[in-house]
């Protein structure tokens, strides 16, 4: 028994081992380096108990760059979550091999880069030659600059993370919907309940553990957003499209304050976490889990 | 009257279905079709979707600009590599939550669920320092590192080493098949589909990874495909939309490629992905 005991402590260890270093020591180390001022013009950390704290919550832009990611997050988690349900119920349905056809086509954005799709969106949104102003021009829409106004980089941005995320969502949907046993809407259409009876009280109780994951993973990734925003504004025009991750690679990475940096990734790991605590805490429990 | 409602129904659906599918798709089309054009047909006053006289020359193009061989050869060697060490340490790690009893077992599988929430953006500068001190910054093993270890990965393979029956354990014991050889010869063999589906999602979205490969290099030797791509980007300025396009085309095909052929396992696994969770 004690050796058994041994070799599973040893089958831990690899995996143990690569989290510690470049996840859990780096939670600690940023907690730890954000009390000091370490950046160009201070070369050597000093320390400075919670002066960055309070640098961070004076600057302005940090609040614009918050306000940027909650709109972010409010726009793009609710509308690509009920597009997404939306479509696995139409995917559900019976149907010919056409169903494939609409599997691909609703699918593949997860599967390019989002570099990629950026790069994609930067020529579509292109105010001259775009396609996207030529189409809205037949809804009677005047010519937007999409990417250089700052009252519409940011929706632009939604725009194109929609499209780039529903798809994976609603696959998680149509896995949730695929898992109902059929005989519980045959009872209820024996009961005589309707479409609507049928999806309220059976489809959306069944989906709950599904919902739940899709609204956590959104979450955790609607905060993470970065790669569309460095290849197609860089943050601008007027910091507008500025968002968390964003801002932490630019006192980091751009302007080299370390001390800023750890500061600001501190406070997106408390955030984040409070967040998906809180999510557990109010839905989790409401939530019929069969593990 | 039963048929024609049904028609109606069936009609609304495919209505649907083939609207949003069609606005999901342009954006491709459109790409691929840009990268087909010769400079002068990106200037039209009306949209032109099929691309004539074909010009195949931006493709060629693109290899004199950028080393894009050289990131097609970085980004295959780091996804590999990444998915290669969490095969064996997520293997390892749910082997003896699904199985074994020790002290402290719950602690542990709680950090390996704490690690699912941390965001992995939140890494990315004290990882830089850990890197910077070893030495380690601007090579491939350097974009591969801080992704060894899975707790996402570790918890759906628990999951599914849980659901093969005990007893087929203690039967394989008597047979003199404990151990690491049971889970190579029997748990493995079993946890097939997740493992694969697992395999399908880690490739998918290293492949696309872009902040931590973008903070950690600075030569062309060590670049992935989507760095190259983003510093192409820069390079160019826009100024030549038929030439990025066909870089944006390239850096894609790969993946569009896999998911087109093996579609059927592509969405299983993604649909098993959150299944579990």
């Known amino acids: ?65 918050l306000r940027n990611n909650f709109i972010y997050a409010f726009t793009t988690i609710p509308v690509s979550m ?35 799709a950026a790069m994609l969106w930067v020529w579509i949104f292109n105010p001259g030659l775009g396609i996207f102003n030529y ?34 969502y609603m696959l998680i949907f149509l896995a949730g919907l695929q898992s109902i046993p059929n005989h519980y809407y045959e009872a209820a259409a024996i ?15 069944m989906l709950a553990p599904a919902t739940l994951f899709v609204f956590v993973v959104a979450i955790i990734s609607s905060f993470q957003v970065f790669d569309q925003v460095f290849i197609m504004t860089q943050g601008g025009p007027g910091d507008r499209t500025n968002v968390l991750v964003f801002y932490i690679y630019q006192h980091a990475f751009r302007f080299w304050d370390l001390g ?22 109010v839905i989790g429990r409401k939530v019929y889990y069969e593990v | 009257m039963k048929f024609n409602r ?3 129904h069936r009609t609304g659906l495919h209505l649907a279905l083939m609207l949003v ?37 931006n493709y060629l193009e693109m290899f004199e600009m950028a080393p894009f061989h050289l990131y097609l050869i970085n980004t295959i060697i780091v996804v590999t590599g990444i998915l290669a060490v969490q095969l064996v340490t997520i293997t390892l790690a749910a082997y003896v939550f699904a199985r074994r009893n020790f002290w402290g077992k719950e602690f542990f599988f709680f950090l390996f669920l704490i690690q699912m929430m941390i965001p992995i953006h939140a890494t990315f500068l004290p990882n830089f320092l850990t890197l910077k001190n070893f030495n380690l910054l601007n090579t491939r093993i350097a974009m591969m590192l801080p992704f060894f270890a899975s707790g996402y990965g570790t918890f759906l393979l628990r999951q599914a080493f849980r659901q093969i029956p005990r007893s087929l354990e203690d039967a394989a014991v008597i047979d003199g098949c404990g151990g690491l050889r049971f889970l190579w010869h029997v748990l493995i063999p079993l946890a097939k589909p997740t493992l694969i589906a697992f395999s ?71 649909m098993l992905s959150g299944m579990k969770g």
């Open chain 1, 260 to 281: 800023m940096g750890s500061t600001l990734t501190t406070l997106f790991i408390l955030g984040l976490l409070f967040a998906i605590w809180l999510v557990f805490r």
């Open chain 2, 200 to 270: 399908i999602i880690s490739i998918v979205s290293h492949w696309n990874d872009y902040l931590w490969p973008l903070i950690v290099t600075d030569t062309p030797e060590v670049r992935t495909l989507t760095i190259g791509l983003g510093m192409f980007v820069q390079q160019e300025s826009g100024a030549d939309w038929t030439l990025l396009m066909a870089a944006t085309a390239f850096v894609t095909a790969p993946m569009m490629i896999f998911f087109l052929v093996f579609q059927k396992k592509f969405v299983e696994s993604f």
């Open chain 2, 21 to 57: 599918s069609l606005i999901t798709v342009a954006p491709y089309l459109w790409i691929l079709s840009t990268s087909l054009k010769f400079r002068t047909e990106v200037f039209t006053p009306t949209p032109k979707w099929i691309p004539w006289p074909i010009n195949i020359q």
């Open chain 1, 191 to 205: 009961e005589g309940a309707g479409g609507w009876k049928k999806f309220r009280y059976i489809t959306l109780p």
């Open chain 1, 1 to 65: 028994m004690r050796t058994q005991r041994l070799t599973s402590y040893s089958y831990l260890l690899l995996g143990l081992f690569f989290m510690g270093v470049f996840t859990f020591i780096p939670v600690f180390l940023s907690a730890y380096l954000s009390l000091f001022r370490w950046n160009v013009s201070s070369p050597e950390p000093a320390f400075t108990w919670f002066s960055n704290y309070l640098e961070v919550f004076k600057a302005p832009l940090f609040w614009l760059v």
């Open chain 2, 6 to 8: 049904n028609f109606r």
């Open chain 1, 135 to 168: 189409y809205l021009g037949f809804l009677g829409v005047p010519r937007i600059e999409w990417l250089y106004d700052m009252r519409y980089a940011l929706i632009a941005i939604i725009i194109m993370s929609i499209w780039k995320n529903f798809g994976y």
């Open chain 1, 82 to 116: 009920c597009l997404a349900l939306f479509l696995a119920i139409l995917v559900n349905q019976k149907m010919g091999t056409i169903k494939s056809f609409y599997r691909v086509s609703l699918f593949y954005p997860t599967m390019i880069p989002m570099v990629a």
